[in-house]
DNA sequence: AGCGTTAGCACAATCGATTGCGCAAAACTT
DNA sequence: AAGTTTTGCGCAATCGATTGTGCTAACGCT
């Protein structure tokens, strides 16, 4: 049963038989600007060292108004994309000399604010708003707490935000997709469904326009039931595609699958499938997964660019300039040729 | 631009005219206890709305010697595995009313301990520590500082430790994939090469044994090549595969692959075989991903009970016992029939 | 009226580190 | 030797919330 007494300068400085103030400068660097001896500093150093003592940074950020910490919130951890995000993340929050702190909030609004006040309760000295449901509810939370933020992934009206470019990434991967019927099968003018996400955040709105936009400048008809977009959970995507396939007894030519996420859900009712089911189908999601390259139907993804994202926002913390408002775009990438092992080689 | 001036109790006595003390008992909610009238309460609570004031948790944590933190540190976050442990670790944290904060470690074990480190400098009242490569040298950080701790995924012999049955999973996962490789093409005796994960590991040992088990109870002769655990980067698997394929000139009749980890660098080396390479190839992966269920060749993994890890950790941090020094073993479970539609269906 | 209770709140110390200021001794100057 | 400068360090206030203690006014009772 250790000891829950923890070890302050007060303990060192009289192991060291100094003041307070003397152990704290030389703990935190400033001694040769206090004109405190070498012969000092060494000895607290190594007593300091040999006790195992730890800076109490709640009393350090009292006393100074800086914690270190940064803060982020992210939908989810269990994702791909937010997982790289958070990896990232913490990479650029270290080699600055912050304290990354980074927790979900499960696309629930309110969850969303009471999380950012917490975070800031902690006194953190930034926040990443990442995919959040209402960025600018955060916003102006922060902006009362004059905690500066920058929005990822999702874009608000009231602090700088870096995002993907949805609309090209959405219209290139529609075309790819088209593009790959054809191949597959001289389809000119399939039936391509869009399935997963939520239309009124400003990402799947945006995807749904190049999406579209895709389909018309093909000169192919859009039907309103041919968006699918009530939702991220993966149950939702299983439920319509599976209603897809019942109502018209087989499967689409393709497919836009809004998210890994919604893809999990898609997977789940396609392992119910027989498997030659699967093949005259082309699928493209948006968002990119190792593992979902080896499907057995060709595949297109789209893959974001998290460190260009993430480290677009932290040179935006860097130089401290916070009045961007128009969304800055980051460019997506598209990764063709994977799945879809049959037809390669047939 | 927002003022940085944060609002205190200091500043809402004054609007409400009362004391300081008035203000933060009405705040902590122990008003009753300390006689304030409901109308004082009342009075209070709406101006410390209204002005939007936050608790400045670094003084409160310094009077009161309570964080409110509670830490975990992990190798990665770009992990299905590792992120679904930070997903319920938030759950779990937040319903016991701590605040929690992951972070990672990349296996580094001088990153763990001064990661550690840090986290206690904040003041964590608790600390996971998740598949650490050294935890007792990060027990002994926290025992230093009077740090209650747990071990997940990883045993450690300093504090108690909640982990997979590395062996029975690796028992029953080689078992399967011999029975499946046995019903696919008769083999007896197949060459399956263990791959990925660091031998010295606790966690891949106990995997090897219980691998090597299952061969010596059919009877099979194992070979010191068989076995490749020099890492966790997908570089190394991927390489170690290729090489494998190079000099067989072909592919092994079957794998146990130790990571999704490493299963991602192995599939890397398959996109750039033609399919029906992957014909006569049955896995094993010891991990779970939901894309790697749709690959194109039988499949089986094992899936951990995350759920059981982070909820058995959480349940010795409630009952205040930090005694057991036997690791508490938790049973994965064993996922077959994936993959392979081939010929699951021919 | 006089006394004991109770209600309602304020005072001031405290947590641990930081920092402006000041002071004594040593070193240097002329 | 007296004055000046430098060296080396300690004092005490401060950050914002918590909490043991104490004080005053109102109330109840006889």
């Not at 708003?129 to 902006?143: L, N, Q």
């Not at 995507?237 to 998210?259: C, D, M, Q, V, W």
């Amino acid at each position: 049963m250790p000891s829950s007494r923890k070890l302050t300068i007060y303990d060192l400085a009289s192991l060291a038989g100094t003041s307070a103030s003397t152990v704290s400068a030389v703990l935190n660097g400033t001694w040769k600007k206090r004109r405190i001896s070498k012969a000092s500093a060494e000895a607290i150093q190594k007593i300091a060292e040999e006790a195992g003592y730890l800076h109490n940074m709640q009393a350090r950020g009292l006393r100074k108004h800086r914690s270190g910490l940064i803060g982020m919130i992210i939908p989810l951890h269990d994702n791909r994309f937010f997982s790289s995000i958070s990896q990232v993340f913490e990479r650029e929050a270290r080699a600055r000399d912050f304290w990354p702190i980074v927790v979900s909030t499960l696309r629930d609004p309110e969850m969303e604010i009471s999380t950012a006040r917490t975070l800031m309760s902690y006194r953190i000295e930034y926040l990443l708003v990442t995919g959040a449901t209402d960025p600018d509810g955060i916003g102006s939370v922060c902006d009362a707490a004059g905690v500066r933020h920058v929005n990822l992934d999702l874009p608000g009206r009231t602090a700088p935000s870096i995002i993907s470019d949805n609309y090209q990434g959405a219209y290139d991967l529609a075309n790819a997709v088209y593009d790959r019927i054809f191949a597959e099968t001289g389809e000119k003018a399939p039936w391509v469904p869009f399935l997963g996400g939520r239309a009124q955040d400003h990402a799947t709105a945006r995807r749904i326009e190049g999406f579209s936009d895709a389909a018309r400048d093909r000169g192919m008809p859009l039907y309103p039931e041919q968006i699918e977009a009530r939702g991220y959970a993966p149950e939702l995507a299983e439920a319509t595609i599976r209603k897809l396939y019942e109502t018209h007894g087989k499967l689409p030519s393709g497919l836009f699958i809004n998210s890994t996420i919604a893809f999990e859900g898609v997977i789940r009712f396609f392992r119910t499938l027989p498997r030659n089911e699967l093949h005259t189908l082309v699928v493209g999601c948006y968002d990119w997964d190792p593992f979902a390259t080896l499907v057995d139907f060709p595949l297109i993804m789209v893959r974001q660019d998290v460190e260009k994202l993430v480290t677009g926002a932290f040179s935006l913390i860097d130089a401290g300039d916070f009045s961007a408002r128009e969304p800055i775009l980051v460019q997506p990438q598209l990764v063709t040729d994977l799945g879809g092992y049959d037809r390669r080689d047939a």
